[in-house]
């Protein structure tokens, strides 16, 4: 089923669940100010005895801002919706919302191997249902504006860093990598440039 109706408000609607989500992320670090001033510590302290909370929150920001982007790009053509997409698109916010709770324990439980798996595999969920949003939109003819469809090329681009994220999950379990297996994200775009290249000479 499949509708022609703008999907402005769908994606208004998912820009403010996003937009709370990454704000909850700070807020245990504004509760360390009146925790430090209680305890009369020195200001210096809130930054140098929280590190991993303030590294969890800009990796856990850096995450959802490029899964944002990301989302940002694929409905700009976008000029309608399915119930399937629109259920999806439900089940991505799920995990951004959710993101936060694990965030919080990779600051208190950095060697723990299930906040570990936990973090990691929030974030590789995500980007599982982020690729079908994207199969979704360029799928449809009556959904994606974009002309081409579903080629080799697009769900290469959809598929990259879920397919990278795969590889990653295991490696952060390994105490002596942890969460530096997310690394793993950052030539994404380069491997997926390289791997829709070679998907469209095959065409």
Same mark, same amino acid.
């Given at each position: 089923?499949?509708?022609?109706?703008d999907?402005?408000?769908l994606?208004?609607?998912?820009?403010?669940v996003?937009? @709370?989500?990454?704000?909850?992320?700070?807020? %245990?670090?504004?509760?360390i100010?009146?925790?430090?001033?209680?305890?009369h510590?020195?200001?210096?302290?809130?930054i $140098?005895?929280?590190?991993? #909370? @303030?590294?969890?929150?800009?990796?856990?920001?850096?995450?959802?801002? #490029?899964?944002?982007?990301t989302?940002?790009? +694929?409905? #700009?053509?976008?000029?309608?919706?399915?119930?399937?997409?629109? /259920?999806?698109?439900?089940?991505?916010?799920?995990?951004?919302?959710?993101?936060?709770?694990? $965030?919080? +324990?990779?600051? /208190?439980?950095?060697?723990?191997?299930f906040?570990?798996?936990?973090?990691?595999?929030?974030?590789?969920?995500?980007?599982?249902?982020?690729?079908?949003? /994207?199969?979704?939109?360029?799928?449809?003819?009556?959904v994606?504006?974009?002309e081409?469809?579903?080629?080799?090329?697009v769900?290469?681009?959809?598929?990259?860093?879920?397919?990278?994220?795969v590889?990653?999950? %295991?490696?952060?379990? @390994?105490?002596?990598v942890?969460?530096?297996?997310?690394?793993?994200?950052?030539?994404? %775009?380069?491997?997926?440039?390289v791997?829709?290249?070679?998907?469209?000479?095959?065409?």
């Amino acid at each position: 089923m499949s509708t022609t109706r703008d999907p402005d408000r769908l994606v208004l609607f998912t820009d403010a669940v996003v937009a @709370i989500a990454i704000t909850l992320l700070v807020l %245990p670090l504004v509760d360390i100010v009146p925790e430090a001033v209680a305890e009369h510590r020195p200001s210096i302290e809130v930054i $140098t005895e929280h590190k991993p #909370q @303030i590294f969890s929150f800009l990796l856990s920001f850096a995450v959802i801002a #490029q899964y944002w982007l990301t989302h940002h790009r +694929m409905f #700009q053509g976008v000029r309608g919706y399915t119930t399937g997409l629109v /259920s999806w698109n439900l089940v991505w916010l799920l995990t951004i919302v959710f993101l936060p709770f694990p $965030t919080e +324990m990779t600051a /208190s439980y950095s060697d723990d191997r299930f906040t570990r798996a936990l973090y990691v595999g929030t974030i590789l969920a995500s980007s599982v249902c982020l690729a079908v949003v /994207s199969l979704i939109i360029h799928g449809n003819p009556e959904v994606g504006g974009e002309e081409g469809g579903l080629t080799a090329a697009v769900v290469v681009r959809s598929l990259t860093p879920t397919a990278l994220l795969v590889v990653a999950f %295991p490696l952060a379990l @390994i105490p002596s990598v942890g969460y530096y297996a997310l690394l793993l994200l950052l030539p994404a %775009p380069v491997v997926s440039r390289v791997a829709r290249r070679r998907a469209e000479v095959s065409e």
